[in-house]
């Protein structure tokens, strides 16, 4: 952990955080879909339900989905799953891996933050999971369970689909969206090493290759 204190303010005192008994409007969430569906593959569950969050997240914020200018430059999106809700999040908020305005925490889970770097709020939306239940009830003639899960999770309530809590994220500096933390030459190899994504082993600098924390293995060609 960084010993260096967080620029991320903390957030304001946060009453209980209520979610809305209904829906936003019908027509936002299927251009959003659409749009997610088109980039993802295919129109899935988890397309409906990141898009969902995407609204329900940064309306929270006081932000409009997808964001605008400025906001779009000071809010980071973490999601906690790599497969279909992060694509649906990518799309429908206009927040980006490739510009570090979204990271990618995989823990397995249905579930999202939006960080407000401005004001230090943010607020962590999971799925809950009796809507996948709710769905078939709510369209029994529907014999594919995704696609009744698809049309209900467009209508159901906030308040069905997500628990909610406020929470506080505290990014080190160099986390921070825009910020770009210096490369560093690898005390192993001389690799430069990017992102602030140095492994400090023994009082030495390395890369996550000479640090063994590589993802892959070598392969040696047969003698
Ligand atoms: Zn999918
Ligand atoms: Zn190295």
Same mark, same amino acid.
């Given at each position: 952990m960084s010993t260096v204190p967080s620029p991320i303010p903390a957030p304001p005192a946060a009453g209980p955080l209520v979610l809305p008994d209904q829906a936003p409007p019908l027509a936002q969430v299927e251009q959003l879909v659409h749009a997610?569906?088109?980039?993802?593959?295919?129109?899935c569950p988890g397309?409906?339900?990141?898009?969902?969050?995407?609204?329900?997240?940064?309306?929270?914020?006081?932000?409009?989905?997808p964001l605008g200018m400025p906001e779009i430059?000071?809010?980071v999106g973490f999601v906690e799953i790599e497969r279909c809700l992060a694509?649906?999040?990518a799309v429908a908020t206009g927040l980006r891996f490739g510009?570090?305005?979204?990271?990618?925490?995989?823990?397995?889970?249905l579930a999202a933050t939006f960080l407000d770097? #401005?004001?230090? @709020?943010?607020?962590?939306?999971?799925?809950?999971?009796?809507?996948?239940?709710? %769905? +078939?009830?709510?369209y029994p003639n529907e014999s594919n369970p995704h696609t009744a899960q698809v049309l209900a999770y467009r209508v159901m309530p906030d308040a069905a689909l997500f628990d909610a809590q406020w929470v506080r994220v505290p990014l080190a500096p160099d986390q921070m969206p825009g910020v770009r933390?210096?490369?560093?030459?690898?005390?192993?190899?001389? #690799?430069?090493? @990017?992102?602030?994504?140095?492994?400090?082993?023994?009082?030495?600098?390395?890369? %996550? +290759?000479?640090a063994g924390k590589a993802y892959f293995l070598p392969v040696t060609p047969p003698q």
């Open positions: 997610s569906a088109r980039i993802h593959g295919h129109l397309q409906v339900i990141g898009v969902r969050m995407s609204i329900l997240g940064l309306g929270l914020l006081g932000f409009g989905c430059k000071h809010i694509d649906a999040v510009r570090g305005s979204l990271r990618l925490v995989n823990q397995g889970l770097t #401005v004001s230090g @709020r943010a607020v962590r939306l999971v799925s809950r999971e009796q809507p996948r239940q709710t %769905a +078939l009830e709510m933390p210096p490369k560093v030459p690898c005390m192993g190899c001389g #690799v430069l090493i @990017r992102s602030g994504q140095v492994h400090r082993v023994d009082g030495r600098d390395l890369c %996550a +290759l000479c």
